[in-house]
């Protein structure tokens, strides 16, 4: 086992257990909303994740400024990329949501396990 | 005509998001409209497949931005065969649905039904001509949202629940597709697919643990998606309880697009030696089959007719999981061949269940007595989709079958021709009682004093299934002509 190469790179092995705690949330939880968190605590991860490999150490903000140039941008297309994934988990996380209240309007609860008694 | 394959995206999109404008002013226009739309984009997507078929593969950078930095839009055999094959049964189902939906869902929601259903459209046909890995990854998000709508638009609890579990379950999957994207992304620095795959080509050795991982992240992702055995769970509930010409959509063209994702990036990505050599091919043959045994085996204990169903897509996505796990050239083209039956079997299928239950009100497998001649016509096209199910010759079911089976002999596993002909006669267990139901099961009379009326269900919606049904036959009494095309896939996926 290498560790030195894990302990410098963290920053993925924190974005994946965060990854993992979110699917356990997911799958173990009974109450909808916290279903709903931990797939917002997963895809946070993922977002972690791009943020990390797209940084550079010693790296400025990719903004040219022709008067002094930098010698070290960070990528900044990682961070452009996340931008469409935040605008994706907020349109699902909103959709579930939307999906909860009428589930709640449907059986006058949002705890899983009722759903199966009630059917 | 113009090399622009971007209007095929437009061409839904724009629709889509006039129809609750449209619905507010006149709510009967909505249909119709629906049905142009799709009938203008199977002509643009027939007249695509044209130029592909004269002039080779061609590819368009959006906006004029060069390949390895903007997004590329590409005609390539595979996606020609799948926009016409979504276009023509999106056309089909849209006539189907013009009608049928009047039963099935709230006639006030209508116009968002059909913002869901061009938007899944569009999603689709960008899905599978798309060239950029995070391109893809926008449209499969989009056709994971606007699926889980088509499920939710009757309002009942049943669907809400589906629709519910569907979407966690998808996003949990498009979570793992969208790191394994930043793995790739993390290694060749590309998102464009053939960048990526030529980076990836040179480097591969270095990093032999982060491919496998991605490899395996990818299948995970896109199985959950695309209902590959163990991750079935969400489908049944989503597929039963959805309008019949949603479940049409769902069970005939969703979870097709995501198998066409994947092996896209299989084989452009990380190439044909590599897939070969891998063991995620191992995965897919052991998941594709124990899917051909136990989602048939589900099916047999199904009461309802379109969960039964829904359990027979989980059976038959197994047979092209393993044509395609197999990965020989021939499998390849059974996969293929089985994936285009399938979608034309399963659309018959569950418009045939929408027009029974249009007409009398029946979901129950055992309460379809007498079908066979009060609806002839559809109990004719049912008749011939099932025995196609089972793989009966003169069907399309029997020649991908065959082809699997000859195959399965050929990659040196012969045990799987057991498994085909197993499945097969379990595919029997299940269809043909209800097909003994239609004709021979007596209500009141005996059988020889029975007559035929004629169906009771709009010429609108009988059209549809008589095509799909006739599809059926000829993709099996002629089908060798769809041989040749479909090699030009493998000799293109696999050089």
């Not at chain 2, 897509?313 to 293929?336: D, K, M, N, R």
Request: proline share 5%.
């Amino acid at each position: 086992m290498n560790w030195e190469a894990i302990i410098a790179n963290y920053p993925y092995l924190v974005s994946v257990i965060i990854f993992g705690i979110g699917i356990i949330i997911v799958l173990t939880q009974s109450n909808l909303l916290k279903k709903v968190i931990g797939l917002n605590i997963m895809t946070s991860a993922v977002f972690l994740f791009y943020i990390a490999f797209g940084n550079i150490e010693g790296g400025v903000a990719p903004i040219l400024d022709p008067a002094a140039p930098a010698e070290l941008y960070i990528n900044p297309l990682p961070s452009g990329l996340i931008l469409t994934g935040i605008v994706v988990g907020f349109s699902t996380s909103a959709f579930a949501l939307a999906l909860i209240v009428k589930m709640f309007s449907h059986y006058g609860t949002i705890n899983a396990p009722d759903f199966m008694k009630m059917r | 005509m113009s090399k622009v394959p971007l209007y095929l995206i437009l061409g839904g999109l724009i629709p889509s998001f006039a129809m609750p404008v449209l619905a507010r002013w006149r709510k009967q226009a909505c249909a119709p409209l629906t049905v142009l739309v799709c009938g203008g984009l199977f002509v643009m997507a027939l007249l695509y497949g044209r130029e592909m078929l004269i002039g080779g593969p061609f590819y368009q950078a959006v906006a004029d931005w060069p390949p390895p930095w903007g997004i590329e839009i590409a005609i390539e055999p595979v996606s020609a065969l799948m926009i016409v094959l979504i276009t023509g049964l999106y056309l089909l189902i849209a006539l189907f649905s013009s009608r049928a939906l009047t039963k099935e869902i709230n006639q006030d929601s209508i116009g968002w039904y059909y913002v869901e259903f061009l938007l899944c459209l569009t999603a689709m046909l960008g899905l599978v001509i798309t060239h950029d890995i995070f391109n893809m990854y926008v449209f499969i998000e989009v056709v994971g949202i606007s699926a889980c709508a088509l499920v939710v638009s009757k309002g009942d609890r049943t669907s809400t629940e589906a629709s519910l579990k569907y979407l966690i379950l998808a996003t949990i999957g498009s979570g793992f597709i969208l790191l394994a994207i930043g793995m790739l992304y993390m290694i060749t620095g590309h998102l464009n697919m053939r960048f990526a795959g030529a980076i990836l080509a040179q480097s591969a050795g270095q990093y032999p643990y982060m491919i496998w991982i991605m490899m395996t992240l990818f299948v995970v992702g896109f199985g959950i998606k695309s209902a590959l055995f163990p991750l079935h769970l969400w489908l049944p509930d989503a597929h039963a309880s959805a309008p019949s010409p949603s479940s049409a959509i769902l069970s005939s063209l969703v979870v097709k697009v995501y198998i066409i994702a994947l092996f896209k990036l299989f084989f452009i990505v990380f190439g044909n030696e590599f897939y070969q050599a891998s063991n995620v091919r191992y995965l897919l043959i052991i998941l594709g089959a124990s899917a051909m045994l136990f989602g048939s085996f589900f099916a047999f204990v199904q009461l309802d007719l379109k969960r039964r169903l829904a359990y027979s897509t989980v059976a038959q996505l197994g047979y092209i999981y393993l044509g395609l796990g197999l990965a020989t050239p021939w499998a390849i083209v059974a996969a293929f061949y089985h994936l285009m039956v399938h979608a034309l079997m399963k659309t018959c299928l569950f418009l045939c269940a929408g027009a029974i239950y249009y007409q009398t009100g029946e979901k129950k497998v055992t309460r379809l007595r007498n079908i066979g001649y009060t609806m002839p016509l559809t109990a004719g096209s049912f008749t011939v989709a099932a025995f196609s199910m089972v793989g009966l010759p003169l069907t399309g079911g029997f020649i991908s079958k065959y082809l699997l089976a000859v195959e399965s002999m050929g990659a040196s596993y012969p045990y799987f021709i057991a498994l085909i002909v197993l499945s097969g006669l379990l595919n029997a267990a299940y269809y043909f009682p209800i097909i003994w139901q239609f004709y021979f099961v007596s209500a009141e009379q005996p059988v020889e004093k029975r007559t035929f009326h004629k169906d009771k269900i709009p010429f609108s919606m009988q059209l549809p299934i008589i095509i799909t049904a006739a599809g059926i036959i000829v993709l099996g009494t002629a089908g060798v002509m769809a041989y040749d095309y479909l090699q030009q896939i493998v000799l293109h996926f696999l050089s």
